[in-house]
């Protein structure tokens, strides 16, 4: 019983907070535009006339989207700077969003983007002599 | 399913213009905004692709999902726990396994996010669309015009209960039914074809009339000759010389309609009491040359000849009058003619 009170309590405060934090929600704008997210739930059959649930998964998919970017970018500096050459040129290089450094961050998601490094004409190309005969 | 669909007809025809490009554009540049926010100065074109796209399909599904465990309890709309479970499901993590409450409040991925809000509005790094965009999805106006109209639009109340407003309206009943338009004439075969001999009598009638005076102004000087018929021309023009000049203009003298039609039937035979009536005149005549020609015999209908006597009255409503009387005098006249040759003879 004590365990169902505590329970009963906690839900209750549970619930305080998701109704705040929902109505935190209209406060913040996401990045992503209402419509758009509406547009690609009604794809899905999402139905929902709260604009709150809709700012929800738009929020959600930013975080998504943020959280993939920062890893890429974690790698994109983790790389070794180039050379200096020249002394006005600073350590911070340009931080460009690259194939690799993408297939590395959603790797940990378990995607698998991982770019060829070279097109062939045929799947046989490169390999020896001896092999390409059978 | 192939993007380029074939018809009917076996020809190939583009796609139908879809929402996609437009979507996935407005997604692309709503994903740079974020990377930029992270961190990124520069793009190159193919990650940012790819992660538009994954971001597109995580809202797919999301929605996805979301709309399963709705349904799963038997709702059709999605509510904020169904959303919680979608998104612990997305993530795929092996927390709360054991540990998961009622309570949506519970869920990691949701605290997360929650965490992440208060970041970004602390932090103000709120950055919202820069772009308008429009409301989804757009209307072609063009088609529009094409599609049926619902009920709704078109402010019809559907005939029974059982079909919704929404649907397309009926066609007007005017399209399947037959409705009367024409008020039905009754058919009159005979009526109508009385009425175009009618029609077509008048028409001669005035064709011939200005023939007539087509021909009368063209004779300048009038050149008299014998009495035949020829001579019925000639006495049809001294009579119609003898009307005053402005009857003459005004209408079409009956002389000149029906002398084409005594022209070519007959002779007429003329008496001596031409001088008589010559004498009644009261205007002056040029002199006629008319020759007797008594072998010839009376054939038909005279001449006007009372039209030479009343000069000034005539009138076209009175012509049938007219021809009565002529017909009478020129029957006594012909009698006169039959018994006065015995007389000359016998001079």
New interface residues.
């Given amino acids: 019983m004590n365990h169902g009170q505590q329970?009963g309590e906690?839900?209750h405060e549970?619930?305080a907070?998701?109704t705040e934090?929902?109505a935190?929600?209209m406060?913040?704008?996401?990045?992503?535009?209402d419509?758009?997210?509406?547009?690609?739930?009604a794809?899905?059959?999402?139905?929902?006339?709260?604009v709150?649930?809709i700012r929800?998964?738009a929020?959600?998919?930013?975080?998504?989207?943020?959280d993939?970017?920062?890893d890429?970018?974690q790698h994109c500096k983790a790389r070794p700077a180039p050379v200096v050459k020249d002394k006005k040129q600073q350590k911070d290089k340009?931080?460009?969003?690259?194939?690799e450094?993408?297939s590395k961050a959603?790797r940990e998601y378990?995607?698998n983007?991982k770019?060829p490094e070279y097109f062939a004409d045929s799947p046989s190309t490169g390999m020896e002599p001896a092999t390409r005969d059978e | 399913m192939s993007l380029s669909e074939r018809t009917h007809d076996g020809e190939t025809k583009d796609p139908p213009p879809s929402s996609y490009e437009f979507t996935h554009a407005a997604a692309k540049s709503a994903v740079a905004q974020i990377c930029e926010t992270v961190g990124y100065n520069h793009f190159k074109d193919p990650p940012l692709e790819s992660l538009t796209g994954f971001a597109i399909q995580y809202i797919l599904q999301l929605g996805k999902i979301a709309t399963s465990f709705a349904n799963l309890n038997g709702r059709s709309q999605c509510n904020v726990f169904d959303i919680v479970l979608a998104l612990e499901d997305l993530s795929g993590n092996d927390n709360n396994a054991e540990e998961r409450g009622c309570s949506a409040l519970r869920s990691v991925k949701l605290r997360e996010i929650i965490e992440f809000v208060k970041v970004s509005d602390d932090g103000e790094e709120e950055s919202p669309f820069l772009q308008t965009l429009p409301r989804f999805p757009v209307s072609d106006k063009r088609k529009k015009m094409m599609v049926v109209p619902s009920f709704v639009e078109v402010g019809e109340i559907p005939p029974g209960k059982h079909i919704p407003l929404w649907l397309p309206a009926f066609p007007d009943p005017h399209t399947y039914k037959e409705t009367p338009m024409w008020i039905e004439r009754g058919l009159d075969p005979r009526g109508d074809k009385i009425e175009q001999a009618r029609q077509r009598r008048k028409a001669e009638r005035a064709l011939l009339s200005l023939q007539r005076k087509l021909v009368c102004r063209g004779d300048g000087d009038r050149v008299w000759g014998d009495m035949d018929v020829g001579g019925v021309k000639g006495e049809i023009r001294e009579a119609e010389s003898e009307v005053p000049e402005d009857e003459k203009r005004d209408g079409v003298s009956v002389v000149e309609a029906f002398a084409p039609a005594l022209e070519a039937a007959r002779d007429v035979v003329f008496s001596e009491d031409d001088a008589e009536w010559k004498q009644k005149k009261q205007k002056k005549k040029p002199v006629v040359l008319s020759k007797l020609r008594t072998e010839k015999k009376f054939l038909g209908e005279p001449l006007d000849l009372t039209l030479q006597m009343k000069g000034e009255d005539r009138s076209i409503s009175l012509r049938e009058e007219d021809r009565d009387d002529k017909r009478r005098r020129a029957e006594f006249i012909l009698r006169q003619c039959m018994e006065n040759p015995v007389d000359l003879n016998q001079l």
């Fill in positions: 329970s906690a839900k549970d619930d907070a998701l934090f929902l935190s929600l406060d913040y704008t996401p990045t992503i535009p419509d758009l997210v509406e547009h690609y739930l794809k899905s059959g999402f139905q929902c006339p709260d709150r649930l929800l998964v929020v959600a998919t930013q975080k998504f989207v943020a993939v970017a920062s890429a970018l340009r931080l460009v969003l690259t194939m450094d993408l959603l378990g995607v983007v770019h």
